[in-house]
């Protein structure tokens, strides 16, 4: 069996893994780089990214005033060190993004616009128009076009990390087209395959992002880190979960009950709509025990309000916004308000990595929200991901490819046997039985439990009660039943395997929040309501085992700025 | 139950594995008014028929996975609404001009490679480093190309061409589009490079300007307008290289 082998190995084509794939070619040259993704690359859900990317760009603005914003938005759980080096970082890689061409919104001098965003003192969010993300992806795919040495795998369906050794030495993964499972060798193996959004009922995220990466990590023994923090981005569309990006309160818009108030006042004072999204996130939730909210047959909603802005504006600069709610809701957002209820936006927690992308595992990587490089720490201020994705997609790719420059291949007979023994187990799993349960079922259990228990608000019955539905859906899905038994594209047998990944992430993550007894950042514990820095200024490190997952605990880098109280 | 509203989904069906040529099948779900086509085909494969495959991701027009012919016409199905069409049935094919991987699953790998051919990238003669900062680019010069960089590759104008349905090797809206967003790009200094591909016969000259590309679009990316302004251009240009054999780009 031929196997096709790469220095580098890209496990997802999002924002992170193709700025990781161009760094190293670039670090290594004659480095040989696969991209492997599920989707066509351009299709990553990096493309929904809507407001911006944070850099420091402008004379009012510092780079420890950047790092001081993202230190206290994190409640003081992000790694210091790791965060004095992604300010610096930042700034370069925007500017290299403005060479390869992404389109950033300018100032009449010619110089990138920066515009405000939540929990930013200043600002310091460089965008094009309401699609960064969007514009960001297309030009690092369009960019990634002219390196020889990428390959790339389209539609290809990682199924499993190989590990010979100790360390990663490749994966195999599913050709959807074709139905076959095949080996791929990499010295190195970078995991960019986004969060895991859609183990919510109620999200942003787009349809492919399970956690695929995270479980991957997970079940070869790699630590998921801080996987409880998981952020609420306090206005999608009711329904739909449609983002509606936070660059419509950068802009000046206002949240507005319905008693006709801006709340925020009695929330967040001095930051109002540009508070961070935790804060504003649980401020609808008071609003709503208060019954100062409008009720609607996807459940309750305030007025995002962007009238005052005027045409000209939304049009120029928020002109997404306007296509979407026009499209989806029939509302222009020139003359009327825009529904809006917090939705499910973004995992802080993942993959553990050092500084770098290099998890404890030899030979793999991770960056992007796939990662927890502990930037984040407890909540994630808005525009930091872009960036994070270019900064650590960047260093992970470097280090990647200076790893596979001192090791050799693994063995491709024992590669080949590994990645036979997959189609079996692929095959007796889901071909091989009549089992009854169907992947949409067990999904939409899942989802409900998880809002249930680890929603906005948590406690510990409520989360011992999603832990124990975790198990007995891992049970069912034992016995999981597919439609369909034939091999070409067949999305059903993707779907089922994405179910495994997502199983495995929520019952992390719901482990994980159940024993961080404190209120930090995202996780609010209605049963703890304070910060305790003494036992829980520390990371969340969950280990799979035959059982419940194993939590152990990492201490936080500290550097020059002491926890103190987070008010704004 | 009796009283919910339904409607019929009529889907072509394509399995290479069992059938030598397409079918179809019809199913009856649900109507719900906020329900998007897409939506109901993702209905269809959670509960009645996983057999069914297609491709989709985002659900907000953006991603560019989910384009299908809906009735005849190419469309997002993320972006069609059921009750644009409700009560009458409606038909969902895979995107014309494309080969069937698989039910409502076109192959576009014809696209990728059209894609890579027009170097969609920032050529410059020389680089400038990064510590030198950014390029300056006024709002003029972003709003010269900033339409054409709003593709979001969806194919829905390839499968609206006449002139692709008939002839593969025309480069085709999308990518031409692409390629002339870089021309336009004050940054760039690639079109030279460019040229061969998009200002060739398989290229702007194919295109007989019947511009269902730019009516399909659903991001008004006006692929039509991207050819028009290069056959425009190119013509200038050819006259131009008479006068001035270094070329210029406009």
């Given at each position: 069996m031929n196997i096709p082998m790469h220095d580098v190995l890209l496990v997802g084509g999002g924002g992170a893994g193709l700025r990781a794939a161009i760094a190293a070619s670039e670090t290594y040259r004659g480095a040989d780089i696969g991209v492997v993704s599920k989707v066509y690359p351009m299709r990553s859900h990096t493309v929904s990214a809507e407001g911006g990317t944070a850099a420091v760009m402008r004379e009012d603005d510092n780079l420890d005033l950047h790092a001081y914003d993202t230190i206290k938005g994190s409640d003081f759980l992000c790694d210091q060190d790791v965060v004095e080096a992604f300010v610096k970082e930042a700034v370069d890689e925007v500017i290299q993004l403005e060479h390869w061409g992404c389109p950033w919104s300018r100032d009449e001098d010619g110089r990138v616009s920066v515009r405000a965003f939540g929990g930013m003192s200043v600002k310091r969010t460089l965008y094009a128009a309401d699609k960064t993300g969007f514009h960001m992806l297309h030009a690092l795919f369009q960019t990634s076009l002219k390196y020889d040495a990428i390959t790339r795998y389209d539609e290809w369906f990682v199924t499993s990390l190989l590990v010979e050794d100790g360390r990663v030495c490749g994966v195999t993964a599913l050709n959807i087209r074709s139905g076959n499972i095949h080996a791929i060798g990499a010295k190195s193996v970078i995991i960019c395959t986004g969060g895991a959004g859609k183990i919510f009922p109620f999200t942003t995220n787009a349809a492919i992002k399970n956690g695929d990466g995270m479980a991957l990590a997970y079940r070869i023994g790699c630590p998921l880190k801080d996987l409880e923090f998981v952020q609420y981005h306090p206005t999608g569309l009711p329904g739909t979960g449609i983002l509606m990006t936070e660059a419509s309160r950068g802009e000046g818009g206002h949240l507005v009950n319905s008693q006709g108030e801006r709340y925020l006042s009695e929330y967040?004072?001095?930051?109002?709509?540009?508070?961070p999204r935790d804060i504003l996130s649980r401020s609808f939730i008071h609003e709503e025990r208060k019954d100062n909210v409008f009720k609607g047959p996807d459940g309750s909603y305030v007025h995002l309000d962007l009238r005052h802005l005027g045409e000209k504006i939304i049009d120029e600069r928020l002109p997404f916004v306007r296509e979407l709610t026009r499209n989806y809701v029939g509302i222009d957002p020139v003359y009327e308000p825009i529904p809006v209820r917090p939705v499910v936006h973004y995992c802080m927690g993942g993959v553990h990595t050092d500084i770098n992308g290099a998890t404890p595992i030899p030979g793999l990587y991770a960056a992007g929200?796939?990662?927890?490089?502990?930037?984040?720490?407890a909540n994630r201020l808005g525009s930091n991901s872009l960036t994070e994705c270019l900064v650590f997609g960047a260093r992970a790719g470097q280090v990647a490819a200076q790893h596979a420059a001192d090791t050799d291949f693994a063995d491709s007979a024992s590669m080949a046997r590994m990645a036979q023994d997959e189609q079996k187990r692929i095959e007796t799993q889901f071909f091989g039985t009549n089992g009854k349960e169907r992947v949409a079922n067990i999904r939409d259990d899942l989802r409900k439990t998880m809002e249930e228990g680890a929603g906005i608000f948590r406690t510990e019955d409520a989360l011992k009660t999603t832990c124990d539905t975790i198990r007995t859906l891992k049970e069912r899905y034992k016995n999981i039943g597919i439609d369909d038994h034939s091999r070409v594209f067949n999305t059903d047998l993707v779907n089922a395997l994405e179910l495994g990944y997502m199983l495995d992430v929520a019952e992390g993550l719901a482990h994980s929040a159940l024993l961080r007894r404190e209120s930090r950042g995202s996780h609010a514990r209605s049963d703890y309501e304070e910060r305790d820095d003494e036992n829980f200024l520390k990371h969340s490190l969950a280990y799979q085992t035959d059982g419940d997952p194993r939590i152990e605990y990492l201490p936080v880098t500290l550097t020059r700025w002491e926890p103190e109280e987070r008010t704004y | 139950m009796s009283d919910h509203k339904t409607i019929k989904i009529t889907v072509l069906r394509y399995r290479p594995e069992e059938e030598d040529a397409p079918t179809e099948q019809t199913y009856e779900v649900e109507f719900r008014d906020d329900w998007v086509v897409l939506d109901a085909l993702n209905h269809i494969k959670d509960h009645i028929d996983g057999t069914l495959s297609f491709r989709w991701s985002c659900r907000m027009g953006v991603c560019g996975s989910c384009g299908m012919m809906v009735n005849g016409e190419p469309k997002l199905t993320c972006a069609a609404m059921l009750r644009d069409y409700y009560p009458k049935e409606v038909r969902v094919e895979p995107l014309v001009n494309f080969p069937i991987v698989r039910d409502l699953v076109t192959d576009m790998t014809d696209f990728m490679d059209k894609l890579k051919a027009v170097k969609p990238w920032i050529i410059r003669e020389e680089e400038k480093p990064v510590s030198e900062g950014e390029y300056r680019q006024t709002p003029d010069q972003l709003k010269d190309y900033k339409q054409f960089s709003q593709?979001?590759?969806?194919?829905l104008c390839y499968a609206a061409c006449p002139v692709y349905g008939l002839e593969h090797d025309f480069v085709g809206p999308a990518a031409i589009a692409l390629g002339h967003r870089y021309n336009l790009d004050s940054r760039d200094e690639g079109i030279q490079q460019r040229q061969h591909v998009i200002a060739s016969k398989e290229g702007i000259w194919e295109c007989t300007y019947v511009g269902e590309c730019s009516v399909v679009c659903p991001k008004h990316v006006d692929p039509a307008e991207a050819i028009q302004q290069t056959k425009v251009a190119t013509t200038t240009n050819r006259f131009k290289s008479l006068v001035m054999p270094w070329g210029n780009k406009t």
């Open positions: 967040v004072p001095g930051k109002m709509e540009l508070g929200e796939a990662a927890c490089v502990s930037l984040n720490g | 593709c979001i590759n969806c194919m």
